[in-house]
């Protein structure tokens, strides 16, 4: 964690929370025609309609029961053609424990098999068991190695999550400028957390010159989007006057956004906020919480 009162995602948790965050990496089927053509395709071997037919065993879609079992046997069929989008989604039921005895070794032999054939969500998903020793010894190489390969066709977590690598990597492995030049990637399309950790590294001064107000455009840009350690960071520049005008009902604002999203260090300081607001400022900066919704910000 870097020494500044700031706060930046580099932490093992915080990449734990990036699998959970992430879709799930399966084929994004639109207008899917009816179930009995999906069955009849999978019948015929298609792996497509396969891991389709799996998905609606899995949740129930399409007038389906929910059937683990079925679902794996579809899953499975589709893997073994290979078909990477099913070898990935094996990979996500038995790391996680869905339908199948939780056994994180042959999740990443699956997705291992997928990521050796090109797939970035595979290539993603195999980064973060090596940096979280999920089913492999631990080994932050490895992870960055598999972070680059998803990266460079454009993965938008695994950029994130190589940024991170670089960021606190052990050794010959941390390297700021890198950090700075992955988070940007993922910054620039949209990823909050990426956004936050650019400023930090703007703030700070860390494989990019210091700049205050490039760290305040981007912690707007993420908090914009209710990243909870943006909203913290930027309430807290209002709080206390770090290169924006000091605003005790805007630090009100965005620390109780923040607090709202289970930032403890941000109820203590909205609270002490409070104190110096008056009746009208406090209901006012309420309301404007109240009323935040999150959306998209991206680079134009």
């Known amino acids: 964690m870097r020494a500044c009162p700031i706060k930046s995602a580099i932490s093992v948790l915080l990449l734990l929370l990036a699998l959970a965050l992430r879709a799930p990496a399966q084929p994004v089927v639109t207008n899917l025609p009816p179930i009995t053509t999906i069955q009849a395709q999978a019948k015929s071997g298609d ?3 396969q891991t389709a037919l799996a998905e609606a065993y899995l949740t129930g879609a ?22 990477a989008p099913a070898q990935v989604r094996l990979g996500q039921l038995y790391e996680t424990g869905q339908g199948v005895k939780l056994d994180e070794k042959t999740a990443v032999k699956w997705y291992r098999q997928a990521a050796q054939r090109g797939d970035d ?15 492999v010894p631990q080994d932050d190489a490895q992870a960055a190695k598999w972070f680059r390969l998803a990266a460079d066709q454009g993965d938008i977590p695994a950029q994130f999550n190589l940024g991170l690598c670089y960021d606190d990597g052990p ?16 910054a620039d399309q949209g990823y909050a957390q990426a956004q936050n950790n650019l400023g930090a590294c703007y703030y700070n001064g860390q494989g990019v010159s210091q700049d205050y107000a490039e760290a305040i455009k981007w912690y ?17 520049s209002y709080d206390k006057g770090l290169y924006l005008a000091p605003s005790d009902p805007d630090a009100y604002y965005w620390l109780n956004l923040a607090a709202a999203r289970g930032d403890e260090d941000a109820a ?6 409070a104190a110096r607001l008056t009746h009208d400022q406090l209901v006012d900066a309420q309301k404007r919480a109240a009323a935040f919704v999150p959306h998209l910000e991206i680079s134009k």
Request: aromatic residues 10%; positive net charge; glycine residues 8%.
């Open 171 to 186: 050794g010959a492995l941390q390297n700021f400028a890198e950090a700075v030049k992955w988070y940007r990637k993922a």
């Open 268 to 273: 203590l300081e909205r609270d002490s906020v």
């Open 47 to 49: 792996p497509q309609a």
């Open 220 to 236: 707007r840009r993420a908090a914009n989007q209710g990243n909870a350690d943006a909203q913290y960071n930027l309430g807290r």
């Open 121 to 135: 969500s595979a290539q993603f998903h195999l980064g973060l068991c090596y940096r979280n020793g999920v089913g």
């Open 62 to 83: 399409q007038g389906l029961p929910e059937d683990d079992a079925q679902a794996l046997k579809w899953l499975r069929r589709a893997a073994e053609h290979p078909y």
